[in-house]
């Protein structure tokens, strides 16, 4: 009923069924930089299997060789279901900035970025209890940070790009406002969170696109 971050393994941000989650990776912004000036600007759907969301990326070049990117994720409510008076439901966002380094040696550009960011995972649980003054769904929210450094290859050749990457992350939850009234089961799940705090693991993403002038039309994935 409960995946939990382990050393190798994080969870989602998303609530489904019956199963909270309280992180969910963004797709990597992989570089397909060349020189200076070159920028990209994206606005896409998020889609997991059970995850729905807005993703934002951005990356630039003001000087050759070196490179600025941003990176925002929003997973709005999404409720499934109501029980008597209590609804379940789960949402979450996260942003990021970074800097690195690429290399192009045509049609392949190598990079290097690394960041900072942060966000946060809101969950709704039903009671445990059947009090009749107990009319709403109880709530945790839970706080992080995340710093990631980010190796990756792209390829370019006329209309076609392909991405691969990888990315090490090193992530801290800094806050919990619990209440304490939900499942023992969830209750102990989020204080295994809280009791490691800080977690380290690699995420793999790659992308693939045609490449048009002035856009491109790509499909991202990430996973753990």
């Not at 912004?29 to 000036?37: A, E, G, V």
């Not at 009319?135 to 190796?151: A, D």
Request: charged letters at 15%.
């Amino acid at each position: 009923m409960k995946q939990l971050i382990l050393p190798a393994l994080a969870a989602l941000f998303f609530w489904t069924g019956c199963t909270h989650y309280y992180y969910s990776p963004n797709t990597l912004n992989i570089p397909m930089l060349r020189k200076q000036h070159d920028a990209s600007i994206s606005i896409a759907r998020y889609s997991g299997a059970e995850a729905k969301g807005v993703e934002a990326q951005a990356i630039y070049s003001p000087v050759k060789y070196a490179g600025v990117m941003f990176n925002h994720l929003k997973i709005p409510q999404r409720t499934n279901g109501n029980n008597g008076n209590y609804t379940e439901w789960g949402r979450g966002s996260m942003t990021e900035g970074g800097v690195g380094g690429y290399y192009p040696y045509r049609p392949f550009t190598l990079s290097l970025f690394g960041g900072y960011g942060g966000g946060w995972a809101e969950n709704a649980y039903e009671s445990n209890q059947t009090s009749i003054y107990q009319q709403e769904s109880l709530q945790t929210r839970l706080q992080f940070q995340r710093w990631f450094l980010q190796p990756s290859l792209s390829f370019r050749v006329k209309w076609l790009q392909l991405g691969f990457g990888m990315r090490r992350v090193w992530l801290n939850y800094v806050k919990g406002d619990i209440e304490y009234q939900i499942d023992p089961k969830e209750l102990d799940s989020i204080k295994n969170i809280e009791s490691q705090g800080s977690f380290q693991f690699w995420e793999k993403g790659f992308s693939f696109g045609f490449h048009f002038t002035g856009f491109s039309l790509t499909y991202n994935n990430v996973s753990l």
